[in-house]
């Protein structure tokens, strides 16, 4: 099987900034697409950021110039950095990846909270 295990979410005033990490693990024997989606309550969950294996990377335009997405490919971790954060940021968190392994699937993890104070 594969786990998605995702950290750094918390509570941050507006302005501040945090980074997310996801490791996967598991029967991996390589990850195509990785990416950061969120759903806050009420609204359906929207795609955050993605990155491919070579590095190209797209963004949601509510997010773009202050998220970055990067990957470390060894260790099968995705991250988001996200600087001058507002309170419309706040939701939950969940990365995703697309596994080739034992059963190739898109795999998620179990979400992690971001709150944004203003």
């Known amino acids: 099987q594969v786990q998605l295990v995702e950290s750094g979410g918390g509570l941050v005033q507006a302005g501040g900034s945090l980074r997310l990490s996801c490791a996967a693990s598991g029967s991996i024997f390589s990850i195509n697409a990785m990416g950061w989606y969120r759903q806050a309550p009420g609204k359906q969950r929207e795609l955050v950021a993605a990155?491919?294996?070579?590095?190209?990377?797209n963004y949601a335009d509510s997010v773009k110039g202050r998220f970055t997405i990067s990957r470390d490919n060894a260790k099968n971790t995705v991250y988001l950095r996200m600087n001058s954060l507002k309170h419309e940021d706040t939701a939950v968190y969940y990365c995703?990846?697309?596994?080739?392994?034992?059963?190739?699937?898109?795999?998620w993890g179990q979400g992690t909270q971001v709150t944004v104070s203003s």
């Open positions: 990155i491919t294996t070579s590095g190209s990377t």
């Open positions: 995703n990846a697309e596994v080739y392994g034992l059963k190739d699937d898109h795999y």
